[in-house]
């Protein structure tokens, strides 16, 4: 029997009745993170790292039954045990460590190494069966130095200013909202944040897991120009502010890494910035493992399980509701 088996509810644990990041209602979900693909309403009882609580609460329903654990806590059901361990994606977002009778499995969740200086780095572990995400599991994705694309942003804003023009950048809610606003130059001293930004800071500040702020920006918001702007792209936010201002946009996300997206974004500018694995991290995450079998999901994950075999791992695909990095985000 495996340990853990891929079924329309999604990654299941028939031996302790449990499951991992389901799409559908289940009894008992173990959650990697509160993005929305892998956090979904209706689970009766659910467990996450003790970061991801307020998350959870906040984007699903403060009547949620939700349990926190420490990074590495055991969590035995039925003979089976469960820990949370740092995956640095975003703040809470961890991954499973499974382990039966010797066995051991790991679900990755979404990750990337190194630290963003927001949440809790990416911690390797050994396993005998990995299943990791391949959001950017294709050779061309390589990530320039987080540090360098910072440094555009606070060049790119500075120039904005200049010309009297108010900086638009779209980024995800929870996660790369909160790593661009930490890393933004002290100069800039007009930052505004869409409500959705503004009421999740809000409640990672009020936990003590954030700790920098910003405004809210409403229609009543007056002084922009110079001003930079953090906002989902789907957000009607910009429609006032676009018929009385000067605005360049643009957008950080790791697809910007193609000139195609970046055209077909409609944006000005677009910035490298993923909080996922490139191509480099993901074979370094696996190496790093020492599993003897990869299970690939979300992302290109049919090119980059024959990649893996072509090393000569046992590798295979899951196929999953995930979305990795979605750029309607």
């Known amino acids: 029997m495996e340990l853990l088996s891929n079924t329309k509810n999604g990654l299941y644990c028939e031996m302790a009745d449990v499951y991992i990041d389901p799409w559908r209602k289940v009894q008992k979900a173990l959650i990697t993170h509160g993005h929305s693909d892998h956090a979904k309403p209706g689970h009766s009882q659910y467990m996450c790292h003790k970061n991801s609580v307020s998350i959870l609460k906040h984007r699903i329903g403060k009547n949620i039954k939700v349990r926190g654990y420490n990074f590495g806590e055991s969590i035995s059901i039925n003979g089976v045990k469960f820990s949370f361990h740092p995956a640095g994606h975003i703040i809470g977002s961890a991954q499973v460590r499974v382990e039966y009778k010797g066995e051991i499995w790991v679900v990755t969740g979404d990750y990337k190494l190194g630290d963003d200086e927001v949440c809790t780095p990416f911690e390797p572990i050994k396993c005998h069966t990995l299943i990791t995400e391949s959001t950017f599991g294709l050779p061309i994705y390589k990530w320039e130095s987080p540090g360098n694309v910072f440094n555009q942003i606070n060049q790119w804003w500075a120039e ?156 295979e695909t899951y196929k999953t509701a995930f979305e990795g990095e979605s750029t309607l985000k």
């Open 160 to 315: 904005n200013k200049a010309n009297k023009q108010t900086s638009v950048i779209y980024a995800y809610s929870l996660g790369k909202a909160q790593r661009i606003l930490k890393h933004l130059s002290k100069d800039i001293d007009k930052i505004y944040a869409h409500a959705s930004i503004y009421n999740t800071n809000k409640t990672l500040i009020e936990h003590g897991i954030y700790d920098t702020h910003c405004e809210e920006l409403s229609p009543k918001t007056a002084d922009l120009n110079g001003a930079l702007i953090i906002t989902p792209q789907s957000s009607t936010a910009l429609k006032n502010i676009n018929q009385t201002h000067s605005i360049k946009t643009a957008m950080a996300s790791g697809w910007m890494a193609t000139r195609n997206t970046r055209k077909n974004r409609l944006i000005d500018k677009g910035f490298v910035l993923s909080d996922h694995a490139d191509w480099d991290d993901l074979l370094t995450a696996i190496a790093s493992s020492e599993a003897e079998r990869v299970i690939v999901t979300h992302g290109y994950q049919e090119a980059f399980a024959r990649y893996l075999s072509e090393l000569g791992l046992k590798a």
